[in-house]
């Protein structure tokens, strides 16, 4: 039996073809920093490789085999498989994005670009292709794709995303020059076109977007692949760790160049999927990088209206959690009956739905999108918008983040409220967004709350507008932790963008 003390920056590469679990590695990182390995946990296929030893003086586990090519084999024989069902597969998708089209869930005119089909020309030059799937995703590459501009104007900067809800917003905050586009959809024909026409020099890929035709076609059309704030959930880890889709995974991550985890867990996902060590840097979470956006309109008058209210905001409701935010706030009109509920759904369409089911009630409830006033008579605000979130968190003392209330949610992004000096509450079902949590509560316990449901949320926000000198407490609190960590998280990106990608086009 012997024991290894696991050091950072983790490397379990040698690990991987021994029988041990993807829970021990992880229970020896986040506990003691030991893993105990015997014999018998190698696997038996080990006959044919070279040599297998432990050398426990120094504390590492060399394993050379022979499987490597073998898996890159099988790999592609997986997605030769997957290439030919979404190629017979691309009429039908095509027919699917026409009724998405009619449902508007895509854009009306440029919904053509899905399939890989250019609006815009191409100009000269290089040009580095940056793909986000959503908003979220969207919103915290901005700032690199401006360092990109500013810093290296010789380059041609390409912008996707796939949503709708992303492209209203992000158009409006990209720099002059860049270009922006839907994003093909996974089929052999829209990723060829699309490749072929604007004939990227290297596609930086944000977060969780692994496709095996986009990632494999683009590295066959010798495309450099890069994945910055890299992020696998459990659900995601597992499905990707089946045995046959495990060799795809293998192959679609040794294409890459860089990869860039959130954490040390992270990192060790995509190690068990055998992305090569040497490729796996840190940089911090680029979700604590936000940036001041333009000021939204009728700041100055709601901010005249909310002066001398006891406001909170319950931004990112997702379906079933308005029962719970309502809940708490018929509570807190017992104590503050002058209190001001700001409402800021996950899809503005949720937040008009329940802005006419509580007029029915008689509620008094002001629809930003409607132009509404907001009186002294309006007891919930709701903000149907697009894209204004940001600046609502500099309007209110305490914002709690939702998508985290019901069992089976993942979640949001805390550090903008913190940034913008909010009291921050959020629920426990936080999905990723636990090592942000956690990190900002290590440099300052006060700076984040996490509450179980409703009643215990119902009680910290009372106290909070109970007590002024808590609240301030708490806003300063989550607003130094965010300042503490996200400080170079920016540079770091790109720097590393720069040594591992960009440098090779001069």
């Not at 040698?14 to 993807?22: G, R």
Request: hydrophobic residues 40%; glycine residues 6%.
């Amino acid at each position: 039996m012997t024991k290894f003390q696991l050091q950072k920056p983790f490397n379990i590469w040698p690990l991987i073809n021994c029988k041990i679990s993807s829970r021990e590695i992880r229970q020896a990182v986040f506990g003691d920093g030991v893993l105990t390995v015997t014999e018998s946990t190698v696997n038996e296929n080990t006959a044919d490789r070279k040599h297998k030893k432990f050398l426990s003086g120094t504390k590492t586990l060399e394993l050379e085999t022979n499987s490597k090519m073998g898996a890159s084999k099988g790999g592609e024989m997986v997605y030769m498989i997957y290439k030919a069902v979404t190629y017979g597969l691309s009429p039908l998708i095509n027919l699917h994005l026409r009724w998405r089209k009619f449902r508007r869930l895509e854009h009306p005119l440029r919904w053509p670009e899905r399939l890989g089909r250019p609006s815009l020309p191409r100009p000269p030059g290089s040009l580095i292709w940056f793909h986000a799937v959503s908003l979220g995703e969207g919103m915290c590459v901005v700032p690199v794709i401006k360092r990109c501009v500013e810093r290296r104007p010789d380059v041609t900067v390409l912008m996707t995303t796939s949503t709708t809800s992303a492209f209203e917003v992000l158009k409006n905050l990209l720099p002059c020059g860049v270009i922006y586009q839907f994003a093909p959809v996974d089929t052999p024909p829209a990723v060829n076109a699309f490749l072929e026409y604007w004939k990227p020099y290297a596609l930086v890929l944000v977060e969780n977007e692994l496709w095996p035709n986009l990632v494999l076609g683009a590295s066959a059309n010798g495309v450099m692949l890069a994945l910055i704030n890299a992020r696998m959930s459990i659900k995601s880890f597992n499905n990707w760790s089946r045995p046959v889709v495990q060799l795809l995974a293998s192959l679609m991550l040794s294409k890459f160049s860089l990869i860039l985890p959130l954490s040390n867990i992270q990192a060790i996902h995509f190690q068990l999927l055998q992305a090569p060590p040497v490729i796996i840097n840190f940089s911090g979470d680029l979700k604590l990088g936000t940036e001041e956006l333009v000021n939204m309109r009728n700041v100055e008058d709601l901010q005249e209206n909310i002066a001398n209210r006891c406001v909170w905001m319950a931004s990112s409701i997702h379906r079933g959690e308005e029962e719970v935010m309502l809940g708490v706030h018929r509570a807190l009109m017992q104590k503050h009956p002058n209190i001001l509920t700001i409402i800021v759904p996950r899809h503005p369409h949720f937040g008009q739905e329940i802005a006419f089911d509580l007029q029915k009630k008689g509620v008094n409830v002001a629809l930003r999108s409607h132009g509404d006033s907001l009186t002294s008579e309006t007891s919930i605000y709701m903000v149907d918008t697009l894209g204004e979130l940001r600046q609502f968190y500099r309007l209110t003392p305490i914002a709690v983040i939702g998508g985290s209330f019901l069992p089976g949610f993942t979640g949001h992004n805390i550090s903008e409220a913190a940034a913008a000096g909010c009291a921050v509450l959020t629920g426990q079902h936080v999905g990723h967004f636990s090592n942000m949590i956690m990190a900002m509560q290590r440099l300052n316990p006060l700076s984040i709350m996490q509450v179980s449901g409703g009643l215990e949320l119902e009680e910290n926000l009372d106290k909070l507008l109970s007590n002024p000198e808590m609240l301030e407490e708490r806003r300063l609190a989550a607003k130094r932790a965010f300042h503490g960590l996200s400080n170079g998280v920016i540079e770091n990106v790109w720097n590393l963008l720069q040594l591992h990608i960009l440098r090779k086009t001069n």
